[in-house]
């Protein structure tokens, strides 16, 4: 029996121009966000035919907020998992990926080289964060088989997620694109993923 997931990323932030690593940080969808999510949203309803039955999401704004145009469609109401929120970035939160390289030049050579071995200082390492992602997504899947269900998170959770279904080592994390409101979709048969699609847009 299949079990189908639609993990999403959430739509464009406020200040996304900047690129900074917002982590944990609670930061609202812009006005373009919105209208990416909503035009993602119809598409999974009227275009690929899909009826889902549970939309689940990380408890950060942007996440929820993607989450709740994803449900209304379906008749559903989101559902909010602290343990699928971004990575907490710790003292790089909030800033740029220009002024970490200018502060923090060596931090942030070796984060870039190897996302496994290096972590943000006093953030979260990929290691931590793929435990609770990953145990979070298990969760999910033991309750729903068969179903079709959305996640709604955020880039780095759905790369730790794509990693495991794909079997790729999380050194190779960053080799996955993930824009905002990306589609990803994957197949779990008995738990033994298919992915089908990876960072599918329908946007300009």
């Known amino acids: 029996m299949v079990t189908t997931l639609y993990l999403v990323r959430h739509g464009e932030t406020q200040g996304a121009e900047q690129k900074k690593y917002k982590g944990t940080i609670d930061v609202p969808l ?11 949203s119809a598409f999974l309803k009227k275009e690929l035919k899909i009826k889902l039955s549970y939309v689940y999401c990380s408890d950060l704004d942007r996440a929820v907020k993607s989450a709740e145009l994803i449900a209304n469609p379906h008749g559903l109401k989101s559902i909010a998992v602290q343990d699928l929120r971004e990575r907490n970035f710790g003292i790089w939160e909030g800033m740029s990926f220009e002024e970490i390289e200018k502060k923090y030049p060596a931090e942030f050579k070796a984060w870039a080289e190897n996302p496994l071995k290096h972590s943000p200082p006093q953030g979260e390492s990929t290691s931590e964060v793929k435990d609770r992602v990953l145990g979070a997504l298990d969760n999910i899947l033991k309750k729903h088989t068969g179903e079709n269900i959305a996640i709604v998170a955020h880039g780095g959770v759905n790369r730790i997620i794509l990693c495991h279904a794909l079997g790729m080592p999380l050194e190779n994390i960053f080799r996955i694109e993930q824009d905002f409101a990306a589609l990803n979709i994957i197949e779990f048969w008995d738990k033994f993923p298919l992915v089908k699609t990876i960072n599918f847009k329908i946007f300009i």
């Not at 812009?30 to 993602?40: N, R, V």
């Open 30 to 40: 812009s006005e373009h966000g919105i209208e990416q999510i909503k035009e993602l």
